[in-house]
């Protein structure tokens, strides 16, 4: 969150928001799926008796680096230039996920593993691009 207050100019705040809490929409349909098919688990929540779902990794952690992913997108740089972007985003959000799940007992995988979590955060940046640039239009 204090990346997003202190970094995003103002002309851009509207779009941030926008994005934000598109990605949490779809970061809870995501986390619900894995959370019913059973391929993870939060062993320790923000909100323990409320829900099994982690409120902060899908809530704060990926809306803010999807926002990130949005603002700098590379428009005009060709297929190899764009797919390394959505590699780099997809690698870092994984990454964190793995090793939260490495090191604590916050997440836990239980049929899942990190090249499933690439792929499917690649696909979650791709509808979320297509949406806020679709979106955008009607800014401009």
């Known amino acids: 969150m204090y990346l997003l207050l202190r970094y995003i100019p103002t002309e851009s705040k509207r779009l941030a928001w926008i994005t934000f809490i598109l990605v949490q929409a779809i970061a809870w349909i995501h986390e619900y799926i894995q959370l019913v098919f059973g391929l993870v688990e939060f062993p320790y929540r923000e909100f323990n008796k409320a829900t099994n779902m982690s409120f902060s990794l899908h809530y704060i952690v990926y809306p803010t680096i999807a ?6 997108y590379p428009k ?7 797919f390394l972007y959505y ?3 997809s690698m870092g959000i994984t990454t ?4 939260l799940e ?6 836990h995988y239980i049929h899942w593993n ?3 979590g690439l792929i499917t955060n690649m ?5 979320v691009k297509i949406y806020i ?3 955008k239009k009607g800014l401009v």
């Open 67 to 72: 926002v990130f992913f949005i603002l700098f």
């Open 76 to 82: 005009e740089k060709g297929t190899r230039r764009t």
């Open 87 to 89: 590699l780099l985003f």
């Open 96 to 99: 964190y996920s793995y090793l």
């Open 102 to 107: 490495k090191f604590s007992s916050l997440y």
């Open 114 to 116: 990190w090249f499933f």
């Open 123 to 127: 696909i979650l940046l791709y509808v």
């Open 133 to 135: 640039f679709w979106f």
